[in-house]
């Protein structure tokens, strides 16, 4: 292999030279038991080595986007403070989100920055930068918080579009009837004017 030619990489983006499970046995997370074990029922499974760990409580995932974080130099989102931009929620449909477990954070002019739980995965940034015709911005997040913050987010900008549309749909004008038999028997002001009707007839009684 030449000096040039890129090694392949893993699941979180890392090439084989930096692997995840050399990372975590650097910043002693794992031992190297622990690491020969995990490896083994990631072969079983045919799951990523990240999941492994998570799965079987071997390294908690805060910890995980700790070590991630630093090895990508890619800011960590905390979501108790940050607020999510409908504008950059709009661009990411909640579908793709979920299957991705991705979620846009804020537009800023050109660039739209994105929670992810994998900032190395070179493949999904450039699609997504095809999707929403942004520059991305990835920003490294907690899978259990950002699916959590999926739900959320696209639940609250439902809500609030459907309300918009019923505000919006109370302000348009309401058709006369041409005849008052076409009024409704049930509705406020035939109600009002029988009132008033029956009111008169008994003062004259």
């Given at each position: ?65 700790a ?13 108790t ?14 579908a ?8 846009p ?8 920055e ?10 999904l ?11 991305i ?17 696209y ?20 058709p006369v009837?041409?005849?008052?038999q ?16 029956a ?7």
């Amino acid at each position: 292999m030449s000096a040039v030619e890129r090694q392949p990489e893993g699941r979180f983006g890392l090439r084989q030279e930096k692997r995840l499970g050399e990372l975590l046995l650097e910043n002693g997370l794992l031992t190297p038991q622990q690491l020969e074990d995990a490896l083994a029922a990631q072969r079983r499974l045919h799951r990523p080595l990240g999941q492994v760990l998570l799965a079987q409580g071997m390294v908690d995932e805060k910890a995980l986007a700790a070590v991630l974080s630093v090895h990508f130099n890619v800011a960590q989102v905390d979501f108790t403070r940050s607020r999510i931009d409908k504008d950059a929620l709009a661009l990411i449909p909640e579908a793709y989100a979920r299957e991705h477990t991705i979620l846009p954070i804020r537009l800023e002019k050109d660039v739209l920055e994105v929670a992810t739980v994998d900032p190395g995965d070179l493949a999904l940034l450039a699609e997504l930068k095809v999707l929403t015709r942004k520059r991305i911005k990835p920003l490294l997040g907690v899978r259990s918080e950002i699916e959590r913050a999926i739900t959320q987010s696209y639940k609250l900008r439902t809500g609030v579009d459907q309300n918009v549309r019923s505000f919006q749909e109370s302000l348009q004008p309401k058709p006369v009837p041409r005849r008052l038999q076409d009024v409704k028997q049930d509705a406020p002001v035939v109600q009002i004017v029988d009132l008033i009707i029956a009111q008169a007839a008994e003062e004259r009684a």
